[in-house]
């Protein structure tokens, strides 16, 4: 039996395969794993695979099924486009295990994904952030226990320099979510989790950024966002290994990915309201407010942005880019 090993998970039609299974389905035909879902790569002999939109870490490009460095073919288990709850709701249930943690700010996003998985949460920022406030509400409003990380300025600082020598060309947005994400999987590493349930992507999918109400062409301002999420998951990946930890996001399962792209891009951003699709979905499952309610973006609601701010500034930086371009070469 040629030589196996795999990193994630994966599913076929909707059920989990231990190892064990992997193996013994690749072992009859390693095409099958162009149908495989889940998080996952793996080598099995010449073969190498990784989940669609690469999410776990190898070394074959993302999607792709190859045999001796050459492309076979694609991994897509072609999911048809069914009910967005439906897809949902199986993707959490997927991600859900007793190694995982959801990272919650309180938005719409991480709030459905914690409602639906009910585990553990944490949420990170600086002391009296808007996201410690709205975190520990929904998880009191839901039931669930929440971990409070509160970091300071400098603790961010020393956060920062650890991303940037991570991160391949950051920019500040990137830094900013990267620093936040670093507390996120610091806190799941130090309580025995190697799982983390995010809520991203369903900003792309569903219509989340504050620029989708001003764009005069929302199908292709969509389309570019979702081009964007491999160097997104990257970014993610990166940070998350820092502590041999790992972001788990169900709403990039191809058949939550397939149900969302079947919406109308008009039905998703309507009336001055965003992501209508998801709190729709998000109503059948938590207190309207929580649902419905309007969120600053993690690297805002933390906190953490303010603090990068401030540390360039006491560095002698008037702009962020400058002060990351001058940390990347010293990195």
């Known amino acids: 039996m040629p030589e196996f090993a795999l990193t994630g998970w994966v599913e076929c039609g909707g059920r989990r395969l231990s190892g064990e299974e992997v193996q013994a389905v690749l072992s009859e035909d390693p095409r099958t794993a162009m149908r495989f879902g889940g998080e996952f790569s793996f080598a ?51 991600r859900t295990a007793d190694d995982a943690v959801v990272a919650l700010s309180g938005g719409v996003d991480s709030a459905l994904v914690a409602a639906l998985a009910r585990l553990p949460c944490v949420v990170v920022g600086l002391e009296g952030s808007h996201d410690h406030g709205r975190a520990l509400a929904l998880a009191g409003a839901l039931g669930l226990t929440c971990d409070i990380v509160t970091v300071t300025e400098e603790e961010v600082a020393g956060a920062l320099r650890e991303v940037i020598a991570v991160l391949d060309d950051p920019n500040p947005v990137d830094a900013a979510i990267a620093a936040t994400e670093y507390f996120v999987a610091r806190r799941a590493d130090e309580q025995g989790y190697r799982r983390i349930l995010a809520g991203q992507g369903a900003d792309e ?62 039905e998703k951003v309507c009336g001055g309201v965003r992501k209508v699709p998801l709190r729709e979905v998000a109503e059948r499952h938590m207190p309207r407010e929580f649902a419905r309610g309007e969120k600053k973006a993690m690297q805002y609601g933390s906190g953490i942005w303010k603090a990068i701010r401030h540390f360039s500034r006491r560095n002698g930086y008037s702009r962020v880019a400058d002060c990351l371009i001058d940390m990347k070469k010293r990195s």
């Not at 099995?44 to 190859?66: E, M, N, S």
């Not at 292709?220 to 502590?243: F, N, T």
């Open 44 to 94: 099995c002999g010449a073969w190498r695979a990784r989940d669609h939109f690469g999410i776990a870490p190898g070394d074959c490009p993302a999607g792709t099924l190859t045999r001796n460095g050459a492309i076979v073919g694609r991994v897509d288990p072609c999911y048809p486009a069914g009910d967005l709850e439906t897809a949902i709701v199986e993707a959490v249930d997927l």
């Open 205 to 266: 999918l569903f219509g989340g950024y504050a620029r989708y109400l001003e764009s005069q062409d929302l199908a292709a301002s969509l389309d570019a966002g979702v081009d964007d999420l491999p160097r997104q998951i990257a970014r993610d990946g990166a940070v998350a290994s820092l502590y041999g930890t790992a972001f788990s996001l169900p709403y990039l399962d191809l058949r939550v990915v397939a149900a969302a792209r079947a919406i109308p891009p008009e």
